[in-house]
């Protein structure tokens, strides 16, 4: 029998720790919640690399400048006698927005073109353009556009946080950068506080079903090939979303309509080399890391044209587009008519005039 050490029998006890008087409780931070889907630095890396290589960039730049284009184009819709001196382009890419107001004869489809650049038209001077890659935005800072318009350009830690003052701006466009925001409403809200009083917010987005060939094409072929899919496209928003978000954020007089770019393409390899020399590649939070397989590469392409194929052997992509306008309310700004005012029906004008 082992023998008992008389001083281990002497030792103290040790002493209890008394429980704390208040427990602590892991609690919310102050204010709204942060929610994340991008990751922005993903996407600086991607568009800082697609700009790198000048006249490849160029060269796929054809849908950022249409858009543009469109969404310049709904500035004849205002009052010719409006005036917007000094402007902000939020996300402004290669300052396509800055390019396409300084071109003549921005209407050339209509019946009754207008010959002066926009820029001349509503006497826009001066043209802030911000953006967080600084090769982007400085990579057409040689052309000739920049003579025609005073353009400074910003480069942004983030397009969530707006360094501006109140009251800055006489008006604000945004083309084809607030899809990858992450707090939109907040971005709406700042964009509502730097516009002066009755200045309106011109914006262009890809939404609701843009890509959706390729979105069919890729879940098909992960399905087939891995039994799952993960996320190789970004979330968009839908039409309906923007409306209510736009309304939320103070805008008022609100119009949001949806417009498609198709563009076709040789197979879907063209494509998504495209995507990613336009800075456009997947930034979502948690996507596998690496390239897609093979397999499924070969099996999407299959897909692709199976169903969306054209006769030629060629491949549609279907660009979708959110336009929207807003304006900041001020004091004896115009109001909708109620609802129920009209004194036409409008069923009556249409099966008239059919």
Same mark, same amino acid.
Not at 259 to 284: F, R, T
């Given at each position: 029998m082992r023998p008992i050490s008389?001083?281990?029998?002497?030792?103290? +006890?040790?002493t209890r720790r008394k429980p704390p008087t208040s427990r602590p409780y892991a609690v919310q931070a102050p204010g709204a919640p942060a929610f994340q889907v991008f990751n922005r630095h993903t996407k600086w890396l991607q568009k800082e690399r697609a700009a790198s290589n000048a006249q490849l960039s160029r060269t796929v730049d054809g849908v950022k400048d249409e858009v543009a284009r469109r969404l310049c184009e709904r500035l004849l819709d205002?009052?010719?006698?409006?005036?917007?001196?000094?402007?902000?382009?939020?996300?402004?890419?290669?300052?396509?927005?800055?390019?396409?107001?300084? *071109?003549?004869?921005?209407?050339?489809?209509?019946?009754?073109?207008?010959? *002066?650049?926009?820029?001349? !038209?509503?006497?826009?001077?001066?043209?802030?353009?911000?953006?967080?890659?600084?090769?982007? @935005?400085h990579r057409d800072d040689t052309l000739p556009f920049n003579d025609a318009i005073a353009v400074t350009r910003d480069v942004l830690p983030s397009l969530e946080a707006l360094p501006y003052a109140p009251a800055s701006f006489d008006a604000v466009f945004s083309s084809l950068s607030l899809h990858w925001i992450n707090d939109l409403p907040s971005v +709406?809200?700042?964009?509502?506080? #730097? @516009?002066?009083?009755?200045?309106?917010?011109?914006?262009?987005?890809?939404?609701?079903?843009s890509l959706f060939e390729l979105r069919q094409a890729l879940q098909l072929a992960e399905q087939d090939r891995r039994g799952g899919v993960s996320t190789h496209t970004s979330p968009l928003a839908d039409v309906r979303d923007m409306g209510s978000l736009l309304q939320r954020s103070g805008f008022a007089l609100l119009t949001v309509?949806?417009?498609?770019? #198709? #563009?076709?393409?040789?197979? #879907?390899?063209? @494509?998504?080399?495209?995507?990613?020399?336009?800075? *456009?590649?997947?930034?979502? +939070?948690?996507?596998?890391?690496?390239?897609?397989?093979?397999?499924? @590469? +070969?099996?999407?392409?299959?897909?692709? !044209? *199976?169903?969306?194929?054209?006769?030629d052997g060629s491949v549609p992509a279907t660009f979708r587009q959110i336009y929207m306008i807003g304006w900041k309310e001020a004091p004896g700004q115009e109001k909708p008519l109620p609802r129920g005012s009209g004194q036409v029906n409008l069923k009556d004008v249409l099966e008239g005039g059919s």
């Open positions: 008389l001083r281990a029998l002497t030792r103290p +006890l040790p205002i009052n010719p006698n409006r005036r917007f001196p000094h402007v902000l382009d939020l996300g402004a890419n290669a300052c396509n927005i800055a390019r396409v107001l300084t *071109e003549p004869d921005p209407d050339p489809h209509s019946t009754q073109p207008v010959t *002066e650049p926009l820029a001349t !038209r509503y006497s826009i001077t001066d043209i802030t353009c911000a953006d967080s890659s600084r090769i982007l @935005l +709406l809200a700042q964009i509502n506080a #730097v @516009l002066k009083p009755d200045a309106p917010f011109l914006a262009a987005m890809h939404g609701g079903d309509d949806v417009d498609d770019i #198709v #563009v076709d393409y040789p197979d #879907v390899y063209a @494509l998504m080399q495209d995507l990613q020399a336009m800075g *456009e590649s997947n930034a979502v +939070l948690g996507r596998e890391m690496g390239g897609m397989q093979r397999d499924v @590469l +070969l099996a999407a392409d299959g897909i692709y !044209r *199976e169903l969306h194929g054209n006769p």
